[in-house]
C-alpha cells in the first residue's frame, strides 16, 4: 500500500487500538478503508450477513446512504468480528463446563439412571468421552453451536424481513394496488414477521428479531 493511501487512516481511537492489538491482521494484510462489498469478500460473508452485523453494532468509518457507500476501517472491522467469536466460543465454553460439572454433581448423587452404579473416576470418564465424541460431532457438522444457530436464524429472517418490507411497494408498482388495500398487505405482512418470530422462538428460546417497526420477540 502506498504512502499516499495511508496516509487516509485516522488514528485509532484508545479503545480501536486495543481492539486491534488483541486481534491484529494476519501478517501481511494493510490496513485500509474499504466498502461494504470489499468487506463482505474479505470477510467471506453475504451481503445479508454482513446488514446483520451491522445492526449488531459493527464499526464503519462512514455510513451508507442513497449516493454514498458504506466504508470500514478493515483492521476494526477484523478485530470486532475476531473479538465477537473469542466471545462466542468463551460463552460455549463456560456453559458446557458448567454443564459437565452439574451431570457429574447429580451422577455422583445417585441421580442419573444407569450411571449411579458407577465411581466418580468412572463417571467423570464417560463424560470426558460423552464430550470427545461432540466435538467429533461438531467438527463433522452434525453439531451446530447455539451462537450459530442463532446467527442463521437471525440472518434468514432479516432476509424474509426484507422481501416482506419491500413487498407493499412492489405490488403497489407492479398491479396497482393501494389505498385500503395497500394497508391490509402492509398489516398481513408484519402479522407472518410476527408468526415467525414466534416459531424462532419456540425453537431455540428467546431472541430478538429487528424489525423496523419495532423488536419482534416471543
Not at 470477510?43 to 446512504?65: D, Y
Not at 405490488?171 to 405482512?189: F, M, P
Amino acid at each position: 500500500m502506498s504512502d499516499e493511501i495511508k496516509s487516509d487512516l485516522r488514528s485509532l481511537t484508545a479503545a480501536e487500538a486495543d481492539l486491534v492489538s488483541r486481534y491484529p491482521l494476519p501478517d501481511g494484510v494493510p490496513d485500509a478503508l474499504v466498502n461494504k462489498t470489499q468487506l463482505e469478500t474479505a470477510l467471506g460473508v453475504s451481503g445479508v450477513t454482513m446488514a446483520a452485523w451491522i445492526r449488531k453494532g459493527l464499526p464503519c468509518e462512514q455510513e451508507g446512504t442513497n449516493g454514498r457507500a458504506w466504508q470500514f476501517r478493515l483492521s476494526v472491522a477484523f478485530a470486532w468480528n475476531a473479538a465477537r467469536q473469542a466471545e462466542d466460543r468463551a460463552r460455549d465454553a463456560e456453559a458446557e463446563a458448567a454443564s459437565q460439572q452439574l451431570a457429574l454433581a447429580l451422577v455422583g448423587e445417585g441421580g442419573l439412571g444407569a450411571n449411579a452404579g458407577l465411581s466418580l473416576a468412572e463417571q467423570r470418564q464417560i463424560l470426558e468421552l460423552e464430550h470427545v465424541h461432540a466435538v467429533a460431532a461438531r467438527d463433522r457438522g452434525e453439531l451446530i453451536r447455539r451462537p450459530e444457530v442463532v446467527e442463521g436464524f437471525e440472518v434468514v429472517f432479516a432476509a424474509i424481513r426484507d422481501a416482506l418490507d419491500a413487498l407493499p411497494d412492489r405490488l403497489a408498482r407492479e398491479i396497482g394496488v393501494e389505498g385500503r388495500d395497500l394497508e391490509r398487505i402492509e398489516t398481513a405482512c408484519d402479522d407472518v414477521l410476527a408468526a415467525a418470530a414466534r416459531k424462532v422462538t419456540a425453537i431455540i428460546g428467546e431472541v430478538d428479531l429487528e424489525h423496523d417497526k419495532g423488536t419482534l420477540s416471543g
